[in-house]
Antibody
Framework: QVQLVESGGGVVQPGTSLRLSCAAS????????MHWVRQAPGKGLEWVAV????????YYAYSVKGRFTISRDNSKNTLYLQMNSLRAEDTAVFYC????????????WGQGIPVTVSS | EIVLTQSPGTLSLSPGERATLSCRAS???????LAWYQQKPGQAPRLLIY???SRATGIPDRFSGSGSGTDFTLTISRLEPEDFAMYYC????????FGPGTKVDIK
């Protein structure tokens, strides 16, 4: 069955960096675009970034563009999110999600990993 | 950016009742790019409906989606105890945005 497992979250200070990972299994990872979506405490869902199946294309939400970088290693079935210059408003649970087809809907989600940015 | 508005914010119903949730877009969304998700506290969202009206794998047929253009609806024909949750609509026709959600709680 499809499994997505995030790791790398934690508590960090403003201005620092963190890299999230998402290990995928149960499907041919290299055939699917992948997304990161986040949810601030008590808030709704916010799309963060998407990467194409082969890593050749990336798109970002305005709120993270220039600070976050999405990448993937298809040989390791792993998705990454490098987060730099973190701000308090980046505090959220981060989910990786598979795109059902193209870049469209998110058909499978990881369990989420919390990131807290606080001094 | 396409802004999605969901109504009502909270829907208080009893098990067995019909739930009708609305999602309105600030500009037209191709039906192929409108989806609905269910989220329970402490859990990841789950895809219910894609393409405005197609049920995702394993979703019971009491869930149905409809609509086009700027107005979309998620209907739960008869609420089961496990259906009390938060529901989000999402569009992927122009970037990716979510609505603020509708909470379906027990009356």
């Amino acid at each position: 069955q499809v499994q997505l497992v995030e790791s790398g979250g934690g508590v960090v200070q403003p201005g620092t960096s963190l890299r999230l990972s998402c290990a995928a299994s149960g499907f041919t990872f290299s055939n699917y675009a992948m997304h990161w979506v986040r949810q601030a405490p008590g808030k709704g869902l916010e799309w963060v970034a998407v990467i194409s199946y082969d890593g050749s294309n990336e798109y970002y939400a305005y709120s993270v563009k220039g600070r976050f970088t999405i990448s993937r290693d298809n040989s390791k079935n792993t998705l990454y999110l490098q987060m730099n210059s973190l701000r308090a408003e980046d505090t959220a649970v981060f989910y990786c999600a598979r795109a059902r087809s193209g870049y469209s809907v998110f058909d499978y989600w990881g369990q989420g990993i919390p990131v807290t940015v606080s001094s | 950016e396409i802004v999605l508005t969901q109504s009502p914010g909270t829907l208080s119903l009893s098990p067995g009742e019909r739930a009708t949730l609305s999602c309105r877009a600030s500009q037209s969304v191709s039906s192929g790019y409108l989806a609905w998700y269910q989220q329970k506290p402490g859990q990841a969202p789950r895809l219910l409906i894609y393409g405005a009206s197609s049920r995702a794998t394993g979703i019971p047929d009491r869930f149905s989606g409809s609509g086009s253009g700027t107005d979309f609806t998620l209907t739960i024909s008869r609420l089961e105890p496990e259906d009390f949750a938060m529901y989000y609509c999402q569009q992927s026709g122009s970037s990716f945005t979510f609505g603020p959600g509708t909470k379906v709680d027990i009356k």
